[in-house]
């Protein structure tokens, strides 16, 4: 996984979640989707061990597919599991920016 900048700051797990939280995409889809969203390029090997594990605790569904793509979709506990993490980011990033805010006054 790799960023634009210094800071690692992406978990591969919230990215993969927020790309199928826009619809079901396979692989490749979803890599050129984070690296738009968010900057990140991940690897084969980080995407599709995420993919896995997500699978793994429902987070995620595979889909019939074609030839070699084949799509994923986030499940309900999926999107449960996003809103929360994200809910819980926005409340980081607010107090964060409100006291770099401070510091800078």
Do not use: N
Request: glycine fraction near 12%; proline fraction near 4%.
């Amino acid at each position: 996984m790799r960023r634009k900048d210094e800071v690692g700051w992406a978990d591969p797990a919230v990215l993969i979640l927020t790309s199928l939280a826009g619809g079901p995409k396979h692989g490749y889809a979803m890599t050129a989707d984070i690296a738009e969203q968010a900057g990140v390029t991940l690897g084969p090997g980080t995407l599709y061990g995420a993919l896995s594990r997500l699978e793994e605790r429902g987070f995620v569904q595979a889909m019939a597919g074609e030839q070699r793509r084949r799509p994923y979709r986030i499940t309900a506990a999926g999107a449960a599991v996003l809103r929360e993490r994200l809910t819980a980011m926005r409340s980081l990033a607010w107090t964060g920016l409100s006291r770099l805010d401070t510091a800078t006054a």
